[in-house]
Each structure stands twice: as C-alpha cells, then as structure tokens.
C-alpha cells in the first residue's frame, strides 16, 4: 500500500532537548510538506521541500530544520530555539507535476514538551 | 496573501439531512484551486473535494459537493445525507500561487457533529 508514514506516533521532549520527527513516503512524490497543528486552528506550513537536496522556508520556519537527501524521506528537526513546541506535527507529500491533485497527509506525531 | 476564512467553529446536524459549511477567500490571483480536508478525532488529514477557479461547473464528489460562487469568493462544501461517520473537523484550504507547485493556505476548520 502506498501511503505516508510519521513515527513516533507520540513524543515527549524535555526542555531545552532538540528531536527529530520521521516522516516517509512511498508514492514516489516529488513534493513533501511539514505543518503544525494547534488546537482549535488550522495548519500552518513550517517547511517544504519541491526535489531531493531543496527546501524551503514556510511561515512559521523558526525554531525547525528539515533535510530531504532522499526521496521518499523528510525529517523535520524541532530544535531548542523553538520557543513552543507542543503541537500536532503533519507531514505531506504531492507529485509536483500535478499542482491540482491533493496532497496526501500522513497520521501526524503528536509532540509534548515537559 | 492569500486568506481562507471559515466562521462557523461548530455545525451541528441530524443524521440523513444535508449541512453546509462555510468558506471564503481572498486572493488577487485569477488561478487557484480550492481544497476541503476532513480531520477525524485521529488526526489524519482526508482529502474530500477540489475546486478550480477556471472550473465551469461545481465540483462533486459522492455525497460532498462545492457550491462554488467565484464572484463572492466562497466555496461551501455541502454535505448530503449525513453519517454519524461525518462527524470531525473540516478544513477549507486554498493553492497558493505562483509556488507552482502545491502550497496550501488552511482555514481555521469547522467542527462537525451529526447526531441519530
């Protein structure tokens, strides 16, 4: 089955402490996305990234990292300097040749900073 | 920027009748497209619908359809014959251009509740 997957399915951080969140895919997209969710709002794009070894910044890029070496892979990085970090994290890819097919959301990780 | 704005934070409805949620938008551009995602209690994000704006006919999709009023900039989405299953949140969002690509501008969601 083709499909996006985001491990851990939970996290907890310890202040101060930088953790890197998994997300994979497996439909051979080209396009892969990463946004916070915070309860009762909407999604807001941190990065994204449109080819292997290329990211951009989204709206709310400060206090992250992404690398995308390969393709079917797009960690992000919640570092220290991210003043707030708990929330619902999402990860989402799309085939850069099709702009108006959807995009596809893995099952999200869920990080609490104690 | 572009903006998507949904004002209804709750909607409630009975099982078999039809609701309709709420979205407008605001862009300069004269090409996007228009996206509706359901969010269930698990989080996953489930993509319903999309929208063109050069699109002559309103899109359907099953029992989802997108009444599309590009002069008032408003996609609602139209939910026929309600399932308790409809029950979640539901997220308009919109292409942002010129990106070329799919970046997408989120509303602040409606919450869903279909009771028996």
């Known amino acids: 089955d083709g499909g996006i997957t985001q491990s851990p399915k939970y996290l907890f951080r310890k202040e101060g402490q930088n953790v890197t969140l998994s997300c994979e895919q497996n439909?051979?997209?080209?396009?892969m996305y990463w946004y916070r969710q915070d309860p009762g709002q909407g999604l807001r794009l941190i990065y994204y990234?449109?080819?292997?070894?290329?990211?951009q910044k989204g709206d709310i890029a400060e206090g992250y990292s992404v690398s995308r070496e390969k393709k079917e892979s797009f960690p992000l990085t919640v570092t220290s300097a991210q003043k707030n970090p708990t929330a619902f994290y999402l990860c989402?890819?799309?085939?850069?040749?099709?702009?108006?097919?959807?995009?596809?959301f893995g099952p999200g990780t869920r990080l609490t900073v104690l | 920027a572009q903006k998507i704005t949904q004002t209804q934070p709750g909607m409630f409805v009975q099982e078999k009748e039809a609701v309709t949620l709420d979205c407008t938008y605001d862009?300069?551009?004269?090409?996007?497209?228009l996206f509706w995602y359901k969010q269930p209690s698990s989080g996953e994000m489930i993509f319903l619908i999309y929208?063109?704006?050069?699109?002559?006919q309103n899109a359907t999709e099953g029992r989802y359809s997108l009444n599309f009023q590009k002069a008032r900039k408003s996609a609602n989405l139209v939910i026929s014959a309600s399932q308790l299953g409809d029950s979640a949140m539901y997220f308009c969002?919109?292409?942002?251009?010129?990106?070329?690509?799919?970046?997408?501008?989120f509303g602040t969601g409606t919450r869903l509740l279909v009771s028996p």
């Open positions: 989402a890819s799309s085939s850069r040749l099709a702009p108006d097919r959807e995009q596809f």
């Open positions: 439909l051979n997209h080209d396009a």
């Open positions: 990234s449109q080819i292997v070894n290329d990211f």
């Open positions: 862009t300069s551009d004269p090409s996007y497209g």
């Open positions: 929208q063109g704006s050069y699109d002559q």
């Open positions: 969002a919109m292409r942002d251009p010129p990106a070329g690509f799919q970046k997408l501008v």
